[in-house]
Nanobody, 121 residues
């Protein structure tokens, strides 16, 4: 099993910044990609940003230029630095990690428990 622990959410005023962290632990041989998703009330969960083990990253258009995803592969940790936050960024943010387990052919895709980000106007 793989466990993800998220931290860093909170309440911030518009224009402010927050940094989210997500650490993976458990039966992990390698990680292929780590990402952040968000879900606002009444909306579907959407991709915010993802980074591969090779360092390639992808962002939702709505956060390009404001959010930066990074990872520490040695610590199995992914970060999301958020700048210039807007009220529309308010959502529950979830970490997702994909990788390989110790058994032959075993793969996993795990979600974190979520961390709330609230941006006030």
């Amino acid at each position: 099993q793989v466990q993800l622990v998220e931290s860093g959410g909170g309440l911030v005023q518009a224009g402010g910044s927050l940094r989210l962290s997500c650490s993976a632990s458990g039966r992990i041989i390698s990680i292929n990609a780590m990402g952040w998703y968000r879900q606002a009330p009444g909306n579907q969960r959407e991709l915010v940003a993802v980074i591969t083990s090779g360092g390639s990253s992808k962002y939702a258009d709505s956060v390009k230029g404001r959010f930066t995803i990074s990872s520490d592969n040695a610590k199995n940790t992914v970060y999301l630095q958020m700048y210039s936050l807007k009220p529309e960024d308010t959502a529950e943010y979830y970490c997702r990690v994909e990788g390989r387990g110790p058994n032959s052919g075993q793969t996993f895709a795990s979600w974190g428990q979520g961390t709330q980000v609230t941006v006030s106007s």
